[in-house]
T-cell receptor, first 114, second 115 residues
């Protein structure tokens, strides 16, 4: 069985400072890992994905995440927050079985302060 | 035009009513999914379909049914709506990519309120 734990339900940063959103996963197989972003009253947009290639994954809007198998972590980072980054972020794991279903974390709400 | 569309975008209904939420996609994907989102719970899978003849229950299928009318269309029905089905509902599609790269693409969501 697979599971995802997002360690912070809320993160608040000042504009221009680094962002760190933490995610730990549990998986029986070699998982795929994703980060999705949801802006207010919007659908989910794929930020980036890890699929067993490079462990450091670069996504859109300056975000990146590093897959660390030994720590079962897939933390999302950005060097400098922008006001437009304020949104809810979901860490997601997809295992080979059953049928590569997605399991979502509970989400981290990112607030960017001026 | 959006690749994955959902109708309606917002719906308010009463307990006991039958409701259908519709999803259409132009991505040409075989796989389609229905999720519901509740605050603090992330998204949970209701049903999924890997092709027109394949329907599978997800984590929370009780109280819901689905119909895959065509490759591009996947509908979710609440036969007798109840208040705890108030949620944001998302449709998603994927192409069942090679290896583990089965990326899902989401529609804009339908906000359903059951009074």
């Amino acid at each position: 069985a697979q599971s995802v734990t997002q360690l912070d339900s809320h993160v608040s940063v000042s504009e221009g400072t680094p962002v760190l959103l933490r995610c730990n996963y549990s998986s029986s197989y070699s998982p795929s890992l994703f980060w999705y972003v949801q802006h207010p009253n919007k659908g989910l947009q794929l930020l980036l994905k890890y699929t067993s290639a490079a462990t450091l994954v670069k996504g859109i809007n300056g975000f990146e995440a590093e897959f660390k198998k030994s720590e079962t972590s897939f933390h999302l980072t950005k060097p400098s927050a922008h006001m437009s980054d304020a949104a809810e972020y979901f860490c997601v794991v997809s295992d080979w079985e059953p049928a590569r279903q997605l399991t979502f974390g509970s989400g981290t709400q990112l607030t960017v302060l001026p | 035009d959006a690749d994955v569309t959902q109708t309606p975008r917002n719906r308010i209904t009463k307990t006991g009513k039958r409701i259908m939420l519709e999803c259409s996609q132009t991505k040409g994907h075989d796989r389609m999914y229905w999720y519901r989102q509740d605050p603090g719970l992330g998204l949970r899978l209701i049903y999924y379909s890997f092709d027109v003849k394949d329907i599978n229950k997800g984590e929370i299928s009780d109280g819901y049914s689905v119909s895959r009318q065509a490759q591009a269309k996947f509908s979710l029905s609440l036969e007798s709506a109840i208040p705890n089905q108030t949620a944001l509902y998302f449709c998603a599609t994927s192409d069942g990519g090679q290896g583990s790269t089965d990326t899902q693409y989401f529609g804009p969501g339908t906000r359903l309120t059951v009074l």
